[in-house]
């Protein structure tokens, strides 16, 4: 039974990975996926559209403001604009899975001992799904739900009491590492975005300044020919 509920835990995990595989570099399918549209940037444009205080068909929009039920919805909305990536899916499902061991398993250190494999396997399988992708660089959707998923299963597995050291594992320790250089790619690659934008929106508008600057100097060349040549034909009349 312990094995059999290890493998079934560890082939969500691994359902997740195949899912976030899909947006690896180079793959068509994950470069229609990046493109389309999340779920909660949905959920914000339909939030900007509507408002914080939704559609009042009765019209007592005051009323309805500060009601349970207003503050039910809002609350609602926020989780799901929270949930938009796999990353929080797989940590509820872990903490569900969690809650339910710990109610219905009476024998702690049974419970323990798999939360402790469960762990393992968890950090074994994230680390050996990285370095298979050493040669390529996450995407940031990849980036965001790995780096949700990775902290949210430390912090809770700690929790559960499980011992540093395990928690603290080499396995862990590379997928940190790993992480945070991704995060790093992933900020140089923005500010190196924004630079190339401003640099070409001034150049930009030096072009345009100068061209500017050269209609000027013809108008003002032409102006003044015209003034030469009118001055000679009234002196013609004079």
Request: glycine share 8%.
């Amino acid at each position: 039974m312990d094995t059999c509920l290890q493998e079934k835990l560890l082939s969500v995990l691994e359902y997740v990975l195949g899912r976030l595989a899909r947006y690896d570099e180079g793959n068509p399918i994950g470069a229609l996926l990046s493109m389309a549209p999340k779920p909660n940037s949905i959920f914000n444009k339909m939030k900007n559209l509507v408002g914080d205080q939704g559609i009042n068909l009765t019209g007592s929009s005051s009323n309805s403001a500060g009601s349970p039920s207003s503050s039910n919805a809002k609350t609602a909305a926020n989780q799901q604009q929270n949930s938009g990536h796999m990353g929080h899916s797989y940590v509820n499902f872990m903490r569900g899975s969690s809650e339910t061991l710990r109610q219905f398993v009476t024998d702690e250190v049974w419970v323990n001992n798999l939360f402790e494999q469960w762990f393992s396997g968890q950090m074994n399988m994230i680390n050996e799904w990285l370095t298979e992708r050493l040669q390529q660089s996450l995407s940031p959707y990849q980036l965001t739900c790995l780096s949700f998923l990775v902290k949210k299963v430390h912090s809770d597995f700690e929790l559960q009491g499980i011992d540093e050291e395990l928690l603290n594992s080499k396995a862990y320790e590379s997928i940190n590492r790993r992480l945070k250089l991704e995060e790093t790619n992933c900020a140089l690659n923005e500010n190196n975005a924004s630079t190339n934008s401003s640099s070409s929106f001034t150049g930009a508008n030096s072009f345009s300044l100068g061209n500017l600057g050269n209609a000027q100097a013809a108008v003002s060349n032409v102006s003044s020919v015209m003034e030469g040549a009118g001055a000679k034909v009234f002196a013609l009349f004079k």
